[in-house]
């Protein structure tokens, strides 16, 4: 066998890591260095790992949340909100459109919107964002008060006097 050969021989083996010199050709195969899990968790124990999870996670407190005393200062609370609520695992609630669709997930869902309504009590100050609170009272329903506060943010004469504001600003910024 020439030189060539070997080198043609050498670079179509496979690696043996118990013997770097021999080929795996041979008939056992390595040992795997690391443990393997038998199987992945099932979607219903990660439903409820996460469950049990949320109740002893991350400390949820509401006084991390800001109070939006001012609708002006909206997008400013919103964005804070946001950060807030995903760090603290219940964007979810933020989601208009998600329903639970097994047990667990409700089960875990239920937990959330006691807390973001416990938060949208304690920080929601304006007249509106206190109408929408107490219009879901009988329901504790955060993820309806969201919904609801930010769809009217989007929509009422004082967004679309913001956005004219921005507009003009926008349309008559010269180049420095």
């Not at 991390?64 to 002006?72: F, G, Q, V």
């Not at 995903?86 to 989601?95: K, V």
């Not at 973001?116 to 206190?130: A, D, E, N, P, W």
Request: aromatic share 10%.
């Amino acid at each position: 066998m020439g030189q060539q050969d070997e080198w043609d021989e050498f670079r179509v083996s496979g690696y043996n890591p118990n013997n770097p010199r021999l080929s795996q050709h041979s008939t056992t195969a390595p040992p795997i260095p690391y443990p393997v899990l038998s199987s992945p968790l099932s979607p219903a124990r990660q439903l409820k790992s996460a469950n049990a999870n949320f109740k002893k996670g991350i400390k949820r407190d509401k006084s991390h949340y800001r109070e939006l005393k001012d609708e002006a200062h909206w997008d400013d609370w919103k964005h804070s909100t946001l950060a807030t609520v995903t760090a603290h695992g219940c964007e979810l609630i933020m989601d208009p459109v998600y329903k639970p669709t097994i047990e667990d997930e409700l089960g875990l869902f239920v937990k959330m919107q006691k807390f973001m309504y416990y938060v949208f009590i304690k920080t929601l100050k304006t007249s509106k964002g206190q109408n929408f609170v107490h219009a879901h009272e009988a329901t504790a329903d955060a993820q309806a008060v969201w919904r609801d506060y930010s769809s009217y943010m989007r929509t009422s004469t004082r967004a679309d006097m913001e956005l004219e504001d921005l507009l003009y600003l926008i349309t008559s910024a010269r180049p420095v």
